[in-house]
Every structure is written in structure tokens, then in C-alpha cells.
């Protein structure tokens, strides 16, 4: 299993082996410990939790779930698997250098919010004309004032804009720099700076 989770540092660009100019995302991939392996028998399904930036000594009430541990890690994480995993077990480390340059890899993140939005900027509505009378100028028009007399779920709408959770599919890996624990992925990563980003082996 491939998998990692890293944190937002932000955008630059690396010259590419074309001699072309890439943008890149960069990727801090700090140690990444393996806290809890899930099985198909005891959980109903396989999957890997890691743990993310260590912060403090597990309490007694940690003690079961973290034993051996020196550090409670900050976040956790659960990436599913299809089978049992053979290389890997509770304790294990893992860093930048499980991904190689070239690699395809799935990115998950958190967008950036954009709090209430209108239809132009929400859905990229048309604006209504500003001349020959014309009074709604950013208003969405009919919702369906007829039949069936009511909303249909999923109308393009006002609303909350951002904040949801995105995958952007088959970026490729274009740096791996182990001792600095940073990975770069061609092209944008969703979120802000800081934020928490998972990197999983494109399927």
C-alpha cells in the first residue's frame, strides 16, 4: 500500500525532462506511523490507519489502542484496502520516499470555502441583459413555477460554495526529496496552505 498523509506547503515550477516548465504542488511528507491495522474478520473490511505529527504521550486512556508508542499522533487517517497488507504493521514508519519520481497518485484534500454564493460565481450562470428593460441582472430566473410545482433535489442553486472534499485523479509525482520530507505533484492540489492532503497510489 502506498499512501501518505502530508500537509500543503504551497506552488512552484521544475523543468521537466522535455525541457518544458511544470507547476508544482509541494507535499510535506513528514513520518507517517502505521497506528491500527483493520481486518475483513474482526472490522467487516481491510484498511491501514496512520498516524501524522506526533504531538504528545499517550494518555491511559490511549494506552490499548497506541501501545508501544512514545508520541499520540495528531491526525489519523484510514486508507481501505483490498487484502490483508504483508509488509506493513503496527509501529511501522513511513516517509517520503515510499513514492518514486513519475509515480501516478490520487490527491485528496479539503477546498478552499468560499462561504454563500450566488449562480454566476457558484455555477457559471449567464448574468440577465442590463438594457431594453431588463431588471434581473444576477438572479437565477424560473425555478419552475408550473409543474410539478416544487424544487427538484440537486437544482443549481445559492448556496455554500468550497469546503468539500476533493480528488484530483492521476497527477504525477515530480520530485521526491527525502531528507527535506517534501513531495511535489504536477498541477494543483485542492485546500489552502497547511492544509491536510492525502496522496494514495493512483488504481
Given at each position: 500500500m502506498k499512501a501518505l498523509i502530508t500537509r500543503k506547503l504551497g506552488m512552484t515550477s521544475v523543468i521537466g525532462e522535455n525541457g518544458a516548465l511544470l507547476p508544482v504542488t509541494l507535499l510535506s511528507a513528514g513520518p507517517n506511523v502505521v497506528s491500527r491495522i483493520k481486518s475483513e474478520d474482526k472490522d467487516g473490511y481491510w484498511a491501514v490507519q496512520l498516524g501524522f505529527e506526533q504531538t504528545k504521550k499517550p494518555g491511559k486512556t490511549q494506552q490499548g489502542q497506541f501501545k508501544g508508542f512514545n508520541m499520540l499522533p495528531k491526525i489519523i487517517r484510514e486508507f481501505r484496502i483490498n487484502e490483508q497488507p504483508e509488509d506493513l504493521k503496527i509501529g511501522d514508519t513511513l516517509s517520503a520516499d515510499l513514492f518514486n519520481v513519475g509515480d501516478s497518485v490520487d490527491v485528496t484534500g479539503i477546498s478552499k470555502g468560499k462561504g454563500f454564493a450566488g449562480t454566476i460565481k457558484r455555477h457559471n450562470f449567464h448574468r440577465g441583459r442590463k438594457t431594453h428593460g431588463?431588471?434581473?441582472?444576477?438572479?437565477?430566473?424560473?425555478?419552475?413555477?408550473?409543474?410539478?410545482?416544487?424544487?427538484?433535489?440537486?437544482?443549481?442553486?445559492?448556496?455554500?460554495?468550497?469546503n468539500d472534499r476533493v480528488t484530483v485523479?492521476?497527477?504525477?509525482?515530480?520530485?521526491?526529496?527525502?531528507?527535506?520530507?517534501?513531495?511535489?505533484?504536477?498541477?494543483?492540489?485542492?485546500?489552502?496552505?497547511?492544509?491536510i492532503v492525502l496522496v494514495r497510489e493512483a488504481k
Open positions: 431588463g431588471r434581473s441582472y444576477r438572479r437565477p430566473g424560473s425555478i419552475g413555477s408550473m409543474y410539478p410545482q416544487r424544487i427538484f433535489p440537486g437544482k443549481k442553486m445559492a448556496g455554500q460554495m468550497g485523479k492521476r497527477l504525477k509525482v515530480a520530485l521526491v526529496d527525502n531528507d527535506m520530507k517534501v513531495i511535489g505533484v504536477t498541477g494543483a492540489v485542492p485546500g489552502p496552505r497547511k492544509g
